[in-house]
């Protein structure tokens, strides 16, 4: 199975299902046979820098089983690539955690996004489980952790924003990311052209560029939103918490790294910074700006998974 080996599939192999997604790089779909797996496929292929994808399948292949595991918890990671003639069309994931969607009124289901942390809650989203203080801010830990995971394994998400992370307060407070075929690892280019979502974007980045900093720069926007629960705040404006989701010291400290956040590209704390200050710890370092971190993979030695044939999915 590719999904377990990262091998190519050929597209002709892959009997495709339902269209349940729609955006500005491609479609997604079920896959007969396969539950829990979807196709993206890209709307413009010749444009996909298929090595870039082959890396970031690498990524997932070269942890161990447990730690493979948590990985798919909390990211739709690419399985594998999907080709065509030669041509990478696409790539398998995951499908989201069912603790990650909700029921509307009508009945349907739906992925439960960062939006619904940003706003009050509505009418229409009786079926989204609204947190309490304590685990708002826990939503807010688990997504500072996973970003810093993927730095430390040196990778730049990119696309962060409120339709690109999944949450969750049940069984446990936890989130997920979408689209992580836009990150990246430092050092290599990306599988198609950056992308940044309105509101969402590193205004002091250099033009086209999507780096750690930026990345840092975004985490820094997520974790003031979802604890202020405001859509629009942005570091160096007004930063108001939530009644009772940080305590006096974490507050300050929130604080703190949210106004160095809006410093010079290049200076944005980062996610182990976050991490302690969220943790209310007495002390927090507000370190110089530090280089990209190097892919934790030997690149020299790195090997993708190639095309070793149909791969064909029993239906």
């Not at 948590?70 to 990211?75: F, I, N, T, V």
């Not at 685990?135 to 040196?154: C, I, P």
């Not at 979408?178 to 990150?183: F, I, Q, T, V």
Request: charged residues 25%.
């Amino acid at each position: 199975m590719s999904e377990v080996d990262g091998t190519d599939v050929e597209l002709s192999s892959l009997p495709l299902l339902d269209k349940i997604g729609d955006g500005g790089q491609g479609e997604v779909h079920t896959v007969s046979g396969r539950p829990g797996v979807l196709y993206k496929s890209y709307r413009e292929p010749h444009r996909v820098d298929g090595e870039a994808l082959a890396g970031l399948v690498s990524v997932r292949l070269r942890l161990g089983v447990a730690e493979r595991a948590g990985w798919d918890e909390s990211a739709a990671w690419p399985l594998s690539r999907v080709v065509n003639g030669g041509r990478v069309t696409g790539f398998l994931m995951h499908d989201a955690p069912a603790s990650m969607r909700w029921t509307t009124c009508a009945g349907s289901s739906k992925l439960t996004e960062l939006a619904f942390l940003l706003r009050p809650a509505k009418p229409a989203w009786q079926g989204v489980l609204q947190p309490t203080p304590g685990e708002r801010l826990a939503v807010v830990v688990a997504l500072a952790e996973l970003l810093d995971r993927l730095h430390r394994t040196g990778l730049v998400f990119g696309d962060l924003s409120q339709a690109n992370v999944l949450w969750t307060v049940r069984p446990a407070p936890a989130v997920h990311l979408l689209d992580c075929d836009g990150a990246r690892l430092t050092g290599s280019g990306p599988v198609l052209a950056q992308a940044d979502t309105p509101d969402w974007n590193d205004p002091l980045a250099p033009p086209g560029l999507v780096s750690v900093d930026s990345d840092r720069y975004k985490a820094a926007l997520a974790i003031g939103r979802i604890l202020a629960q405001d859509a629009y705040t942005a570091p160096g404006g007004p930063f108001v918490p939530l009644p009772g989701v940080l305590d006096e010291r974490r507050e300050n400290a929130v604080r703190a790294l949210y106004g160095k956040a809006a410093g010079p590209y290049g200076t944005r704390p980062d996610l182990g910074q976050w991490r302690v200050a969220l943790a209310g710890r007495e002390q927090i370092k507000l370190a110089a700006a530090q280089p990209e971190p190097r892919p934790v993979l030997d690149q020299s030695k790195f090997e993708g998974p190639r095309n070793r044939g149909s791969i064909r999915l029993r239906g």
